[in-house]
């Protein structure tokens, strides 16, 4: 046992990779519930609750993390299969931006006592995260973010208020960037927070987007005290710390799954039009088949990092916009093969089955906006990979130049 109490029954990677595979296999298919396979929104906590909790007690929630923190300490090949196996037979993800993104962010950044005090609880899946970056006024341009969260004692008050807070109604956490130096040059004056949602004074309100679904929230911050204790790194700090959860972030955007999904329900839909053998849709689903591919292979590298307990690169970029781009690609193939009810919302017969044809193009159009735009993705290769200029200022724009999501210039 470890000093956050998961026990893990074996070294996963002492096993051959058919091993661990076919193990894998065989613990979700005995009891993932079958009504949640494959859903159509993300889930809510009461709806998925018993799955991950078992996952949480086999020491299974957090397969990247090394064991010493309470992680399956996965290799990144092993990391892949885990992942793989969960998309082949369709298990939802849970609002886990706690194991995604707070705990390696921890790891590096936090305390001993701060690890101490918030590990136990994502592991566990009482604690789980949303995340507080955007305002109406900041997305991309991210430092010119306006919550402000100022010093009073051993806490501070925090007022703002912040936009696309993904599932902020159905977790316990908020990290959040909060403007703790007004006078400070932009990104210079951030603190970064974790904050439990029950503290008085916040409030939340989803939004419901074009699918119909309510997953994105605002979050209202009136004169919520905060325990200095909860401020991860130092004052005004806050936006390395910020930066390093957006890459792992992207890493986790990057996964093959999503675009592995999208594959399979696109040989579904060539299959009930008929259009399998057709040598041009063949050609075309090979190329894809081949993406999906490199994708994986893209994703090991980076993925290899976090086990490692390391941050990956503005690199990372590329990894995010690969993975979202193609799912758009198999996306609008889907759409094209689909035909008439390619056009259609929900449900819909094809050949001669029912299927959501346009599930797979709402869950695409989306993801090249979240975790940065691909347009500032484009940007941070441009100019922190591979060295180029800033874009000049438009002609008569005497504004000073933005600093994007990705933290560009910091
Ligand atoms: C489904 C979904 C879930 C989300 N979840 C969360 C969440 O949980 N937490 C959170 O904090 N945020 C979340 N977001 C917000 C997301 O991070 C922002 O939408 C994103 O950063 C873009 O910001 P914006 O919407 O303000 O657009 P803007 O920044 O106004 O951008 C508008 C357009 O201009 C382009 N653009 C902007 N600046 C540049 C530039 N410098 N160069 C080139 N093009 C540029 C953008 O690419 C975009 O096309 C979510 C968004 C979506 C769609």
Not at 103 to 125: A, D, K
Not at 247 to 255: A, F, H, K, L, Q
């Amino acid at each position: 046992m470890n000093r956050y109490g998961v026990v893990q029954e074996q070294d996963w990677n002492l096993l051959q990779d058919a091993e661990f595979q076919a193990l894998v296999r065989a613990e979700i298919e005995a009891n993932y519930p079958e009504e949640l396979r494959y859903p159509p929104r993300r889930l809510y906590w009461r709806e998925q609750r018993v799955w991950f909790q078992r996952m949480a007690e086999k020491g299974w929630i957090a397969p990247s993390w090394p064991t010493e923190y309470g992680g399956m300490g996965l290799e990144p090949a092993k990391l892949l299969i885990f992942l793989s196996e969960q998309e082949r037979w369709g298990v939802a993800r849970f609002q886990d931006q706690g194991i995604r993104m707070i705990g390696p962010m921890l790891v590096n950044h936090g305390t001993e006592e701060q690890r101490r005090r918030f590990l136990p609880g994502i592991l566990s899946c009482e604690d789980r995260y949303c995340q507080g970056y955007s305002e109406p006024e900041a997305g991309s341009d991210l430092a010119s973010l306006r919550t402000r969260a100022r010093r009073d004692g051993d806490a501070y008050v925090v007022n703002g208020s912040k936009i696309w807070t993904t599932m902020a109604h159905d977790v316990t956490h908020i990290m959040l960037l909060a403007r703790t130096d007004p006078d400070a040059v932009a990104q210079r004056g951030i603190s970064f927070f974790i904050i439990e949602l029950s503290t008085p004074g916040i409030t939340v309100r989803p939004i419901q987007d074009i699918a119909g679904h309510r997953e994105l929230c605002e979050v209202f911050f009136e004169d919520v005290r905060v325990p200095v204790d909860n401020r991860i790194g130092e004052e005004n700090a806050g936006w390395d710390v910020g930066k390093s959860v957006l890459s792992y972030e992207r890493v986790n955007i990057g996964t093959p799954q999503m675009p592995a999904y999208a594959l399979e329900r696109l040989q579904t839909i060539a299959r009930l039009r008929g259009m399998s053998q057709d040598r041009l849709v063949k050609g075309r689903l090979a190329e894809l088949k081949l993406d999906v591919k490199h994708l994986s292979d893209l994703y090991t590298s980076f993925a290899a990092i976090l086990v490692e307990g390391g941050t990956p690169g503005p690199d990372v970029s590329i990894l995010k916009i690969w993975a979202t781009e193609l799912t758009r690609r198999i996306a609008d193939l889907i759409g094209e093969l689909a035909g008439p009810a390619g056009a259609v919302k929900g449900q819909v017969q094809v050949g001669d089955e029912q299927v959501d044809v346009l599930d797979v193009f709402y869950k695409a159009l989306p993801s090249t906006i979240y975790g940065g735009s691909n347009d500032v993705q484009r940007n941070v290769i441009a100019k922190r990979v591979l060295g180029l200029p800033s874009e000049p200022p438009l002609r008569g724009d005497a504004r000073p130049s933005r600093t994007p999501r990705s933290g560009s210039d910091a």
